[in-house]
DNA sequence: AGAGTTAATTTGAAGTTAGAAAAATGTGTG
DNA sequence: CACACATTTTTCTAACTTCAAATTAACTCT
């Protein structure tokens, strides 16, 4: 006799074909828009009945708009259906040094965006990024607002409620997630950049089917995002994708993670400042974002430390490729501004490896938008797949 | 206008939610039999009369045998079902020095095994093999034989339909799958040990939700079979799970990957061999399971040289366990034979790191039946999804 | 013997898709 | 300008599903 009573929702009622096809017909349309109804039964493999069905709730529902009736050869005109920019998502995306927040509609267009100011004190900080938000729906309540996309720098809980990791952020966010929630009442969707990042480079991705990837995050500390088999690998308690904190250098300086020689100890922006600081005879104290200037300016120690630490980067990510064989790793930061200066020393180091050989290896362009894009996939991979 | 044809299988039709539910039902029963059609009901959370539908459908399939009705308390009594004994599958386990060939029905039992003298010619073993499956598929053929599995050391392309990477075994299996396939019109699938045996793991796991865990193969390599995300993690190539490719030695031997001083060669058990052969003075020439044979008869410097590989090895698996943060890393290989004098110093060095502090660690017991048994859920995880 | 209890089945309603047929909406042609 | 033909889209029916409620089955207790 079994007493147990989980409330289990691994079962499938004969509601979920049509949660699977929309979300399929959704997909496609990404990929393909604009497109008519028969050739989305054509690219998806279901019947151009079983299509219309699922585009006119859509359309009902503003995620599709109906568009022009093509001019073509013979027979009835297909109309064209593409991504309503009626609907959107509200992207957060705490910075270290800046909270932008912004509209974004599902094709991925940035509608408006602005900063918000963050106060000294954390739980104002929470208070005005909630009333901003309250504000930007009042003044977008044209478009319906499918949800709150939050990106964070740091790690979050494994069910993304609370930030429990986020040494550059000066204000710990308690409960953002929570308290957003309830504010709003919309679903609220927090995860940190690299898993955002991956999350918004499948999204883009142009195949088919999704294969695996890495997104590398290079800024105080080295956070990895792993999207494999279909999903951001989330380890026990959300640890996954710390290979920052694996060890490289015997004997290395020590890491925050209490080891010696992490990756992250040699390869992320404190790492640059200090090689830059070992070559510079009047030792000055340079941030990395000075040193990036300096770099422009074309600062020949600079420009060295930044290659440094671009072999380094190389060499960390050897392990990637050779842990997981993923398609492509991507590399997100500001570091990537640099990326002229660093390609050639990332390359050389990292192709070494037998095993690197096939990865496609590149940064993360226009990082900025990319974050706050990444709250369309953040909030509708959830949304989609449950309703 | 699109032109392409893909014959898709993304799409769901009205019979996935049957597919998806018999599935579950059979998830549950495995790990909770025998049990009854309420408690079914009530541990999947499906209705009653749902579970009575498809229950019936199995039974009637020979997936379930109903049994006893239980003497309980008040009440009509109900009827326990289990997994029949009547369903099988083959299995194969290629191993570098025997070919093992079985019956295992659904619930593992193993039924019958046999060795299977495999010959110098790689194709006469391949022939030899598949009248082997002849004969036995004839002996019990009172038995509904739902595929047959196959658990190859080594690596398999992506496909799993050929056995790329070999190097112990003397035989290259060409095809393997596919003659197989064709002479015995039976499914079969076909992977390394280290994903089988991950496979196992999990299918065996009494938890409701399934962990990420990973297995650690060691052998003449280091392989490994992560199980990330509800799947084998196969990356691109199906070259996922090279940890023993990472190098962890700035000057370490020549690997045969062509690198330096991967974990593979401090780690694996030609290491093992090596670090017994610098401790002895008259340098023995010893194979792997002549060194575990001196360690059981309580030689010191075989079980140093095995202490100093299990060094090596928990401090690779502080990689495993940051990279990813598995709930489990298991061992799989002729060492864990030794794991009482392992144990100790593969703990401590693992232990170590702080990310490794709440991963279990632990051998895999009665690894020969363990890669005979991995032939159910290699088979049957696409089997049950697939219909 | 009858009330109470639990398990399993039956029945009807509602949601889905596939597939065929029909309708809509064009072009080309005599 | 009627009419055949082409292509897209919709309509309609059959077949599957699950769920929820009602019913039946089988047993215990008083």
Redesign the interface.
């Known amino acids: 006799?079994?007493?147990?009573?989980?409330?289990?929702?691994?079962?499938?009622?004969?509601k979920?074909?049509?949660?699977?096809?929309t979300k399929?017909i959704l997909d496609v349309l990404r990929k393909?828009q604009p497109?008519s109804r028969v050739?989305l039964a054509?690219?998806?493999?279901?019947q151009p009945s079983t299509v219309s069905l699922i585009v006119e709730e859509l359309v009902h529902e503003h995620w599709l708009d109906e568009g022009e009736f093509v001019k073509?050869a013979m027979g009835r005109r297909p109309q064209l259906l593409s991504l309503s920019h009626d609907r959107c998502v509200i992207a957060i995306d705490i910075h270290p040094r800046q909270t932008t927040l912004a509209v974004v509609d599902i094709t991925g267009t940035i509608v408006w965006q602005d900063q918000v100011e963050s106060s000294p004190d954390p739980d104002e900080s929470v208070r005005r990024l909630i009333a901003a938000v309250r504000e930007v729906r009042r003044k977008h309540s044209d478009r319906t607002c499918a949800g709150i996309g939050i990106c964070v720098p740091g790690r979050t809980d494994p069910a993304a409620e609370h930030l429990i990791f986020a040494p550059n952020l000066h204000w710990p966010i308690l409960a953002l997630k929570s308290r957003m929630q309830s504010a709003t009442q919309l679903p609220v969707h927090m995860d940190n950049v690299a898993n955002a990042c991956a999350l918004l480079e499948v999204w883009q991705s142009q195949s088919?089917e999704p294969?695996?990837l890495v997104v590398v995050e290079v800024s105080e500390g080295l956070g990895t995002g792993?999207y494999?088999?279909?999903?951001?690998?989330?380890?026990?308690?959300?640890?996954?994708?710390?290979?920052g904190?694996?060890?490289v250098e015997?004997k290395g300086i020590p890491c925050s993670?209490?080891?010696r020689g992490c990756w992250e100890t040699v390869a992320a922006e404190p790492a640059a400042v200090r090689y830059y600081r070992e070559k510079v005879r009047r030792k000055p104290l340079v941030s990395f974002p000075e040193l990036l200037n300096l770099a422009a300016s074309g600062d020949r120690d600079s420009i060295s430390a930044l290659r440094t630490m671009a072999r380094q980067l190389g060499r960390g990510m050897?392990?990637?490729a050779?842990?997981?064989?993923?398609?492509e790793i991507i590399v997100v930061g500001d570091c990537t501004a640099a990326w002229a200066w660093m390609e050639r020393a990332i390359e050389q180091e990292f192709r070494?490896?037998?095993?690197a050989q096939?990865?496609v290896l590149r940064p993360c362009m226009d990082a900025a938008t990319a974050r706050l894009r990444s709250a369309v996939p953040l909030v509708l991979t959830e949304t989609l797949t449950g309703l």
Do not use: W, Y
């Open positions: 006799m079994v007493r147990q009573n989980q409330p289990t929702v691994r079962t499938a009622s004969n979920m074909p049509r949660r699977v096809n399929l393909h497109v050739d054509r690219l998806s493999g279901l073509g088919a294969h695996d792993l494999i088999n279909g999903g951001i690998a989330r380890g026990r308690g959300g640890m996954a994708g710390e290979f904190h694996i060890p015997q993670c209490g080891n050897q392990m990637i050779a842990a997981l064989a993923p398609a070494k490896h037998p095993l096939k990865v």
